[in-house]
């Protein structure tokens, strides 16, 4: 996925900087407009599980993995809940992941964007 | 002191057990819960004002069927849906009408036929959904993940949490699932979100619960009431570290405890909203009865102060979104009273707590006699 299509996955207060990934219409703290902004390339497990029933209408099959994540960022990034990619390496809190875009086809006019987490090595 | 300008009284309580009744709409179960409530109250349905129906995936119009069931004509009758705090949210908004001075008499019912399955609150589109990020078990897999690794529990530790849940609705005829089991019995069933297992997520139940709200009127009286949506200030979040705390709760009870200078040590009963095993140490903790990182330990010895969820609560009880809230207060009135049967506590508690939580909010009530 191209970084301009990957701005659409996160967006940042324009007037208190909070960062929100996925992007949201507003900020959630004060209010104001957010505008599109690069997603961090890694981030931080602050808690995981792995999912052995899905709901309906998730793009993908149980059992898969979902972490809560803070983004790398200089000034704090934003907290969420991701989908992690399976590699076989067990997902511990405190790891590290690298943060990437990808699209999902849904039978409709364009594939579905996301963002998934993949484990870094070691 | 009361929150309004008038006490609020709870006259009756009544309840339509919870199990699986899938030829039953709402309409079906709320007339045994509404006749015991108001034979308790000593009322007939001519001397309600106006109801409020606690329902959250039933069809549109539920609340004109519920009206119709009961026999409530010619009084407003509205539906309040918040998930799974759909019935408290019911319960609180009736609170602050008779408390105002607004109406005498309210009737508040919550009601909800559940299916089987998940848990979910109807397809979307959205992006977490599309992501798999709602099934709604995976949050407390989360919450799971945390508090092990915070507090060093461990899975087994956590299992007897729901097993002593289970084992508690035993002794109550309202509970649907009332299991004599073990840790090792919760452990072995299916795994639903790591680490929790299907018998430490609470399971769907069908039923109705209602409460008659009078003003200044014989029975325990709701001395406080707090409700809020969930708030997320992520510069907090961040500054804390994110981490096991719910913090919307420990905000909502310092409240409370501060309007009505009630406190965690003058309450002999909690109901709280253990929605998985690891809620009940988590909501000890926000809610004052446990230190931070002490919930687990708390829930575990068990000995001294408030008495939890005496009737098995949403793991031993079943959950029934906007019955819920309801049917804890039904069982922190019944424990109030002295009526609770076998499950009654003793010393008879002077007062309870009711926590209720559902997505996006929670509600708090304090009950004494």
Redesign the interface.
């Known amino acids: 996925v191209d970084a301009a299509l990957a701005t659409h996955l996160a967006s940042a207060c324009a007037t208190c900087g909070r960062r929100y990934v996925p992007a949201r219409p507003r900020c959630a703290f004060c209010g104001s407009a957010v505008e599109p902004v690069a997603l961090a390339a890694r981030a931080r497990v602050l808690a995981c599980t792995r999912v052995h029933r899905a709901a309906r209408g998730a793009l993908m099959t149980a059992p898969y993995t979902v972490a809560w994540l803070q983004e790398l960022e200089q000034d704090g990034g934003s907290v969420f809940l991701a989908l992690v990619q399976d590699t076989g390496a067990p997902v511990v809190i405190g790891a590290t992941v690298a943060l990437e875009a990808r699209t999902w086809e849904t039978g409709g006019d364009a594939p579905f964007l996301g963002v998934v987490a993949v484990p870094e090595a070691g | 002191m009361n929150q309004g300008a008038h006490p609020v009284t709870v006259a009756g309580v009544g309840i339509h057990p919870f199990g699986r009744f899938p030829q039953s709409g709402p309409e079906g179960l709320v007339g045994r819960a509404v006749d015991e409530a108001l034979g308790r109250a000593g009322l007939g349905i001519d001397a309600i004002q106006e109801v409020f129906v606690g329902n959250a995936l039933g069809p549109g119009g539920v609340a004109a069927r519920v009206a119709e069931a009961i026999g409530a004509f010619r009084v407003p009758v509205n539906r309040i849906e918040q998930a799974c705090a759909s019935g408290s949210t019911a319960l609180r908004l009736a609170a602050d009408l008779v408390g105002a001075g607004v109406r005498d008499v309210v009737l508040v019912v919550g009601v909800e036929t559940m299916g089987s399955g998940?848990l979910?609150l109807g397809?979307?589109?959205s992006?977490?959904?599309?992501?798999?990020?709602?099934?709604?078990?995976?949050i407390y897999?989360?919450?799971?993940?945390?508090y092990i690794?915070a507090c060093g529990a461990s899975e087994t530790e956590l299992a007897e949490v729901a097993a002593r849940a289970h084992r508690r609705a035993v002794g109550a005829p309202h509970a649907r699932f009332g299991i004599d089991c073990t840790a090792e019995d919760v452990l072995a069933s299916?795994?639903?979100?790591?680490?929790?297992t299907r018998l430490q997520l609470a399971g769907n139940a069908d039923g109705a619960a209602a409460a008659v709200i009078t003003r200044d009127g014989a029975g325990p009286r709701l001395r406080g009431w707090s409700g809020a949506m969930e708030w997320?200030?992520?510069?907090e979040?961040?500054a804390a570290g994110?981490d096991h705390r719910e913090q919307l709760v420990e905000f909502l009870a310092a409240e409370l405890y501060e309007r009505t200078g009630v406190g965690p040590d003058d309450i002999g009963v909690v109901q709280l909203n253990d929605a998985a095993s690891v809620a009940e140490p988590l909501y000890l903790e926000s809610l004052g009865f446990a230190a931070r990182g002490d919930g687990l330990r708390r829930s575990l010895d068990g000995r001294g102060g408030a008495a939890v969820n005496t009737d098995g609560g949403l793991l031993g009880r079943g959950h029934s979104l906007g019955a819920t809230g309801l049917a804890m207060l039904y069982e922190l009135w019944l424990q109030l009273q002295g009526d609770a049967g076998s499950r009654q506590l003793d010393p008879r508690p002077k007062a309870g707590l009711l926590h209720s939580h559902g997505l996006g909010g929670d509600n708090l009530f304090l009950i004494e006699r």
């Open positions: 998940l979910e397809e979307d589109t992006y977490q959904t599309r992501m798999g990020l709602t099934a709604l078990p995976l897999g989360l919450k799971a993940s945390q690794e299916p795994m639903i979100a790591e680490p929790l997320h200030d992520p510069a979040v961040i994110w």
